[in-house]
């Protein structure tokens, strides 16, 4: 079978791989259909701008990974606060937490938890995730880290050759569109 016009999808032409347990490329692959379909149709001026179309699509793509990772967290949140709720714990406090993504800033839902009969409160968010008020993910802290030219860079070791050239391109590529804040979404 040969390759589609448009296709980034031969395995060997990608150095970018993710560290997630399963393969989305046919996630990917429907996402790219779906937002492509949807800017030819939408954009009818889309010639008059094409060496400034990359820049737009990353902000399209950007948006798209902060909403994805703030439904990923308020939903782990979620599900954490229900396991803790079914073993005595009552939600004392509806708290919401900032945490910084290589994408923007999402809210979490981080509610603090109290059991009467134990008597003691908890925070799973923070407990189990790890997640407080202000932090950063550990891909936002490497990024600054190389930013600011840090040699504590934890993958400084690293034998990829495309580590780098991959990892800074996008990091500076979505740092540059400035701060997005995206409330939690109810589905």
């Given amino acids: 079978m040969g390759q589609k016009y448009g296709s980034v999808f031969n395995r060997d032409q990608i ?40 820049g737009e699509v990353a902000k399209l793509l950007r948006l798209l990974g902060l909403q994805v990772m703030s439904m990923l967290l308020n939903k782990l949140a979620q599900k954490l606060t229900q396991e803790a709720k079914k073993t005595g714990f009552v939600i004392h406090r509806s708290l919401k937490a900032t945490y910084s993504v290589i994408f923007g800033i999402v809210e979490v839902s981080s509610p603090y938890l109290w059991n009467k009969r134990e008597r003691r409160g908890s925070r799973p968010v923070k407990e189990k995730l790890g997640i407080e008020h202000g932090e950063r993910s550990i891909t936002v802290k490497r990024a600054l880290n190389e930013e600011l030219g840090s040699s504590t860079n934890k993958h400084s070791d690293t034998t990829d050759p495309c580590y780098y050239s991959c990892y800074n391109f996008h990091v500076r590529i ?12 109810n589905n």
Wanted: glycine share 4%.
């Fill in 15 to 54: 150095c970018c791989d993710t560290a997630m347990n399963q393969d989305y490329t046919d996630i990917i692959q429907r996402l790219s259909q779906l937002l492509d379909q949807a800017i030819v149709e939408r954009e009818v001026n889309l010639s008059d701008g094409v060496k400034q179309l990359d």
């Fill in 174 to 185: 979505f740092s540059r569109f400035g701060k997005i804040n995206i409330k939690k979404i």
